[in-house]
């Protein structure tokens, strides 16, 4: 039987580790060219080493996302190898948190790159060859997922810049989707919750000993490829039908 993204390509970015690296093997499963973006490069070839010996595809593209000019060269470099793209994943994320008064707005500067603006370059890049996949066979329609965070829903202490990049990229999702919906590319937002991965690594001892880390003790929360299996089912759907926004939370998380 033929696979669902026979024939398409996808770029995914953060795909070094966690939900991006998960998206990238399910998307490879499902028969599509996947084009592997982050910036560690020695991650990204044993990925891409893992989805080549389960028989797929894969392109690794050594990319800091945040400098415009490599966001473009990764899309260019995708092109130039597969001659087309259908499916963008925008995943690469950052979340540090902490309250605002005393913050190192430095964290902050780094959170807005990565999460605002690494996603508008990259997408600003890949919409026309979106634009032109979505009138070609074989499904004549491309797919823009950006991955949000339940933290773009319901803001809370701590939380204060990531929410503000997280709420910003849930509006820059609807309204993309207005743009181009009609000529059938379908713009959606998957919204995780609590996910076992790096994200929270990143952050300050005292953030992840008080924060971070009693959450996770005390819950069942999800797994990478609980997401990659939602971002499969988005991209997936039929030519006429989007799903515009997708809520995956833990079922224990309030």
């Known amino acids: 039987m033929t696979s669902t993204l026979t024939g398409t390509v996808a770029l995914v970015t953060g795909a070094s580790s966690g ?21 560690r490069k020695d991650r990204l070839e044993a990925l891409a080493a893992e989805i080549e010996q389960a028989g797929g595809i ?33 995943n690469a994320g950052l979340m540090l948190l902490g309250p605002v008064e005393g913050a190192d707005t430095e964290e ?21 060859h979106l634009l032109q996949a979505a009138e070609l066979d074989p499904r004549q329609v491309a797919d823009i997922v950006n991955v949000g965070s339940y933290a773009g829903r319901v803001a809370s202490k701590g939380f204060g810049v990531y929410n503000a990049t997280k709420f910003g990229v849930h509006a820059f ?22 996910v076992e991965s790096e994200l929270g690594t990143h952050n300050k001892p005292e953030i992840r000993s008080e924060v971070i880390d ?41």
């Open 173 to 194: 999702t609807e309204s993309l989707r207005q743009e181009v919906t009609e000529r059938h590319v379908r713009v959606g937002v998957i919204e995780p919750g609590a």
């Open 58 to 90: 894969a392109l690794v593209v050594e990319a800091d996302i945040t400098d415009r000019l490599q966001a473009e060269g990764a899309v260019e470099q995708v092109i130039e190898r597969f001659g087309r793209l259908d499916i963008l994943v925008n």
């Open 214 to 254: 009693p959450f996770f003790e005390g819950a069942e929360v999800l797994a990478a490829e609980d997401i990659a299996d939602g971002v499969a089912y988005m991209v997936t759907r039929p030519r006429h039908a989007a799903v515009g926004e997708l809520w995956i939370m833990p079922t224990e998380q309030a």
């Open 19 to 39: 939900i991006g690296a998960a998206t990238a093997r399910q998307l490879a499963a499902q028969g599509a060219f996947v084009a592997l973006v982050a910036r």
């Open 108 to 128: 902050w500067d780094r959170m807005i790159a990565v999460n605002v603006q690494g996603l508008l370059y990259t997408t600003r890049a890949a919409l026309p």
